[in-house]
């Protein structure tokens, strides 16, 4: 089989940020709104009353301190709540095609490579702003790269399962040069008027280029060594938006239709799994935890990173070898551990080991082992 490697990363970060004492603001006001107009069902236990949130639990439950977002717009006004992203006429470009293209160019020019090099596009993400055509076909035409592209979802797992597409795209020599993509927009899938879930996700995009190790030309490339894929259902995590809605009029603005998820049967759940899909890999590849330069891990949870770290490594491991982004840039489904891959890679020598790995919805675990050609 053809040798694979990742030659090149991209990322692009949106214009606004917003901090979490701003989305605090906003939504303990909304709470104050919702109290005293319901005073009175409060009292008589009809309705219950809603509970202030603050800048110190955010970060205390999360390792969140702040998000990007495309539209800043209606997110902080307690009577919206929501970005007000304005509809664009469908000859024009899309939002996700956009940052998508942003991201891709970087990739791109790290390794080397120019658009019509690139024979499959892959757009992987936790949503896409339509259903077709696909977003990887418009960015296909506006780039002008050749053969066939798809879009793809497997929540925050969807650029490690890409990523692994291409490679068996290229391995099997489907193509040449794979594309992978990830417009991540979360915001309008976010439920701000949600204690537990308003600070969680932010936008953005990351690209990388996964190519045939004998015609890349970037020193920035790292050979594929293995990946693995695992999924299982669950109701944990859950968004119910979809075109079924509209035929349900009385529940289709449901908060259900917005991201949502029982927080602690996720950590129960899912935490093991990852362990033992990690462990089976390691084992089956031969390959000792503390061989990793780095883990560029899922960026979800700091809570949650820090029991995947100390299972892999023990107590005593330094920041940059599981360096974290969500600080910064929040959940940004499964662009996160190519935000942390893209960001802290440049310090490898050749032989150098990393891991990639992502967690979430499905409940989904993509992992992949890297080497530093």
């Known amino acids: 089989m053809n040798k694979v490697v990742i ?6 970060t949106p214009p606004h940020s917003v901090s979490n004492e701003e989305l605090v603001e906003s939504y303990n006001t909304y709470v104050n709104e919702h109290n005293q107009l319901n005073e009175t069902a409060i009292a008589a236990g009809d309705v219950d009353a809603l509970a202030h949130s603050s800048a110190e639990f955010i970060e205390k439950a999360s390792g969140i301190k702040s998000r990007y977002v495309m539209v800043k717009e209606g997110i902080l006004d307690p009577k919206v709540m929501m970005p007000l992203i304005k509809d664009r006429p469908s000859d024009a470009l899309s ?11 970087q990739a791109l020019a790290q390794a080397k490579v120019n658009a019509e090099d690139i024979d499959l596009v892959i757009v992987a993400c936790a949503y896409t702003q339509r259903s077709y055509p696909a977003i990887a076909i ?3 035409q506006a780039m002008g790269t050749k053969g066939f592209a798809y879009d793809m979802l497997v929540a925050c797992s ?8 291409a490679v068996n795209a290229v391995q099997s020599g489907t193509a040449s040069r794979v594309l992978v993509i990830n417009p ?23 690209a990388v280029v996964v190519e045939k190790a004998s015609i890349a030309q970037s020193e920035h490339a790292f050979n594929v060594l293995s990946s693995q894929c695992f999924t299982d259902y669950s109701n944990n995590i859950r ?19 917005l991201f949502h998820q029982q927080g602690r049967k996720v950590f129960k759940e899912l935490l093991p799994m990852i362990y033992q899909h990690l462990d089976k890999q390691l084992s089956e590849e031969q390959i000792q935890a503390n061989e990793f330069k780095r883990l560029w891990l899922h960026q979800a949870n700091i809570n949650m990173n820090m029991f995947v770290v100390r299972k892999l490594l023990g107590d005593n491991v330094t920041k940059s070898k599981a360096p974290v982004v969500l600080d910064e840039y929040a959940n940004t489904a499964s662009a996160g551990s190519i935000i942390a ?9 050749t032989g150098d080991l990393g891991l990639l790995c992502s967690f979430g919805a499905g409940y989904s675990i993509g992992s992949i082992i890297l080497e530093k050609t």
Request: proline residues 3%.
């Open 138 to 140: 418009e960015i296909q």
């Open 239 to 257: 968004s119910n938006f979809g075109h079924l809605n509209r035929c349900d009029p009385v529940a289709s603005n449901d908060s259900d239709k």
């Open 341 to 349: 891959f893209h960001k802290y890679n440049q310090d490898f020598k």
């Open 7 to 12: 030659s090149g990363s991209g990322l692009y």
């Open 158 to 165: 969807s650029a490690t399962f890409a990523i692994v597409n």
């Open 95 to 105: 939002m996700q095609a956009e940052i998508g293209i942003a991201a891709a160019k």
């Open 184 to 206: 991540e927009i979360c915001s309008p899938q976010v439920n701000y008027r949600d204690r537990d879930s308003h600070f969680i996700f932010g936008d953005v995009a990351t």
